[in-house]
């Protein structure tokens, strides 16, 4: 679990908490901490650029549960099937089971003291009110402090409703807001009248400090009381509160130049942050040139319109939601909606295309964050395609073109979804569909729920031959040998993947999905005891992927290099290699590869004379593995290693020792479970366990064929990245 974070962007037009000062609030800070203290749920209500977010966020890291708190940003979500997801990415929570998330979230919070911020949810609030009114039912030691224009709706549900900046205050986050436009303003009547015609909303005397460069107070007062008057009749009656803030930023948006205005109303489209490359493609033209966008870009900057933001992957850009609405409005009326979203969504096309290509590349980690970066993005892409007439072929693409999003960084169930949505429409487009087929395939084996991924398979190997697409037979063929392998039938996975190996070369397919399938047939060599082979072809697999600078199906062909080693009895090369395959697959949230990972590292760790380390390890692969699914996917072959390493430490430790070990490592969240295992530097041999040299002994005797699991529930088991390796 990770503990408090630092806030994000806010959801209802503020800007981020960590790019600007927070002024004023101080009796209210006080206020909410105590509505916080007497009640699990909480809700900050008020209009839009009240500073809802900013107020919350601020307590929120003040009132920091014991594990930790962490903010939900809902704004960019706008199917209510995928809040879920939401709340899990926040939490840093990667579940590959086919089980519902909502039990996977109980289990991740079960017994934490924990501070959950769901922001902006007004939107959601149906799905929002019966998902906390479960959690909170369920988990105790949870607290919750919602956010957003309304309440949930749910008993004892404590509201905090948040009104406007006092004038004082007002007054000071203006000059602090015209201190960062390089402006210095004094408390003067103009700019207390000014702070008064907007009612202190901070977005509202925000905007207006925004245009200092250009206008004094004065001049800002006189334009917008002129405004106000139109729209009062001419007397200096109160707008409503809501109109206020309308007022305020159409106010703004009059201010604008013609281009500003249409790159405010064109950038609506983006979902969360976009970057430069995205807002030139989908953004110019018809009246903005392609090398006019950064200029006009940097005058919303100035202008408080859009915020700046450092990431992973350089600067991005957020329009603040309240800003974002109004500039959406604005393209609606002039019926250039559905041409921008064509545009957003060629956009994502061509990334994901692209990002797919480099997969295969010395960029693959810069791929993993660019898309993690882009998912909002490429989110609103696939709802558009799979909700518009005639675009069903472009959301089957996508999905499919999202493999690696959804196998290799961590996204299996929600990948799931995306692809059994595309492949239920008929598009007309039949390489898509094929596409779309065995990746669900793919993901529904790393799931471990295999009857059906074998539908899928199936479908995907017959219309294929149909329509004579031999990239899509290839693809299927090579998952149905996956698919025997995670079921002990290697004779069978063995003829599968030389075949599909041999269909590859044919067609000059080579990329990280061929690589394994050559390590899962090092992998089947390997369980019918012909170690060289699986030594030789793995071999060859990690040359070619240093030759192509490729690190996740790399990290898969060193853990069979490892396994070999530790058969071979050079337990201190085995932990070598383990250790650079657990850190590439912990970087690229692979959980599978990293609990597979950790099961090999304790029984090296055994073999080289520390059961006791070995027995944490194996506690801390167990309180993973309900994450990816059975346990060692029910299997005699992968599960004998781990039976080996647990009879060895029993025999050291003593039955009593060993389940005290156990449940140490299973106290480990995942960081400190890698950081613990990457940090350990085994020992010198001492009463270890050899590495056999003929075959592994099976405690339930050899494995044969299985048969595939007849429910989704038997082996709910999902992986993150990669094919199961020994």
Request: glycine residues 10%; hydrophobic residues 45%; contains cysteine.
């Amino acid at each position: 679990m990770r503990g408090p974070q630092r806030p994000g962007p806010c959801a209802d037009g503020d800007p981020p908490l960590e790019l600007t000062a927070f002024v004023g609030r101080t009796a209210e800070l006080g206020g909410l901490a105590e509505a916080m203290a007497s009640a699990r749920l909480v809700t900050v209500t008020g209009a839009g650029g009240v500073g809802k977010s900013r107020l919350a966020l601020r307590a929120a890291v003040r009132a920091a549960a014991g594990d930790g708190v962490s903010r939900v940003e809902l704004a960019p979500v706008r199917d209510p099937l995928f809040v879920e997801y939401a709340v899990a990415e926040a939490l840093g929570l990667t579940d590959h089971t086919t089980r519902p998330l909502r039990e996977s979230l109980l289990g991740h919070l079960a017994g934490r003291r924990f501070l959950l911020v769901l922001d902006g949810f007004e939107h959601l609030v149906d799905a929002c009110a019966e998902l906390v009114a479960e959690l909170l039912r369920r988990l105790p030691e949870l607290r919750v402090l919602a956010v957003g224009r309304r309440p949930l709706g749910l008993a004892g549900e404590r509201l905090f409703p948040l009104a406007p900046l006092g004038t004082d205050e007002a007054v000071e986050l203006f000059a602090d807001r015209a201190r960062q436009h390089g402006a210095a303003v004094d408390d003067c009547p103009a700019v207390r009248e000014l702070c008064l015609r907007l009612e202190g909303i901070p977005l509202a005397v925000e905007l207006a400090a925004g245009r200092l460069r250009a206008l004094s107070p004065a001049q800002l007062l006189e334009r917008l009381d002129d405004r106000f008057r139109l729209l009062t009749g001419g007397g200096r009656d109160a707008l409503p509160r809501h109109r206020t803030l309308r007022t305020a930023i159409g106010w703004s948006h009059e201010l604008c130049t013609p281009a500003e205005r249409l790159l405010w109303a064109r950038l609506s489209v983006f979902a969360g942050t976009f970057d430069l490359d995205a807002a030139e493609y989908v953004c110019s033209g018809d009246g903005l040139p392609a090398e006019d966008v950064l200029d006009v870009l940097s005058e919303l900057l100035a202008q408080s319109l859009v915020t700046r933001e450092e990431t992973a992957t350089g600067p991005r850009y957020r329009m603040l939601d309240t800003v974002r609405a109004y500039g959406a409005d604005w393209l609606e009326a002039a019926g250039d909606t559905a041409r921008l979203r064509r545009r957003h969504r060629d956009w994502c096309l061509g990334l994901a295309t692209m990002c797919e290509l480099d997969w295969f590349s010395p960029r693959q980690r810069e791929v993993a964050a660019r898309v993690e970066a882009e998912l909002p993005n490429l989110r609103g892409a696939l709802e558009f395609c799979l909700t518009e007439p005639q675009e069903a072929h472009l959301g089957q693409y996508l999905a499919g073109s999202l493999w690696f999003c959804w196998a290799g960084c961590g996204r299996l169930s929600e990948g799931r979804r995306w692809l059994e949505r595309s492949v239920e429409l008929e598009s007309g487009y039949e390489r898509s569909r094929l596409k779309a087929l065995w990746v669900l395939g793919y993901v529904a084996i790393l799931q471990g729920d295999t009857v059906p991924a074998l539908a899928a398979l199936r479908e995907c190997r017959e219309q294929a031959e149909r329509v004579a697409d031999g990239t899509a037979v290839a693809y299927a063929e090579h998952r149905t040998g996956c698919l025997a392998l995670v079921t002990d039938d290697m004779a069978r996975a063995e003829r599968l993947l030389r075949s599909a190996l041999g269909r590859y070369q044919e067609i000059g397919e080579l990329n990280s999905n061929v690589l394994m399938s050559q390590v899962e047939l090092a992998m089947a060599r390997a369980f019918q005891g012909d170690l060289a082979d699986a030594v030789r072809l793995c071999e060859d697999v990690r040359r070619v992927c240093e030759d192509h600078g490729e690190h996740w199906a790399r990290s898969y062909a060193l853990y069979v290099l490892a396994y070999a080693s530790w058969r071979d009895g050079d337990q201190r090369r085995a932990r070598e290699l383990l250790v650079d395959c657990l850190g590439n697959a912990h970087a690229f949230r692979d959980l599978l590869g990293s609990v597979l990972s950790l099961e090999l590292l304790a029984l090296v760790t055994a073999s080289q004379g520390d059961p006791a380390e070995a027995a944490v390890l194996q506690g801390a692969a167990g309180r993973l593995w309900p994450s990816v699914g059975l346990p060692l996917f029910g299997s005699v072959h992968y599960n004998a290693p781990h039976e080996l390493c647990e009879a060895a430490a029993r025999r050291a430790l003593g039955d009593g020792r060993y389940e005290e070990l156990l449940g140490e490592g299973a106290r480990l969240d995942r960081d400190a479970a890698v950081a613990r295992a990457l940090a350990h530097d085994g020992v010198r041999p001492a009463h270890g366990v050899p590495g056999p040299r003929g075959p592994v002994p099976h405690a339930r005797g050899e494995a044969g064929k299985r048969e595939p699991a007849a429910s989704r529930t038997r082996k709910g088991g999902e992986a993150a990245g990669g094919v199961p390796t020994p």
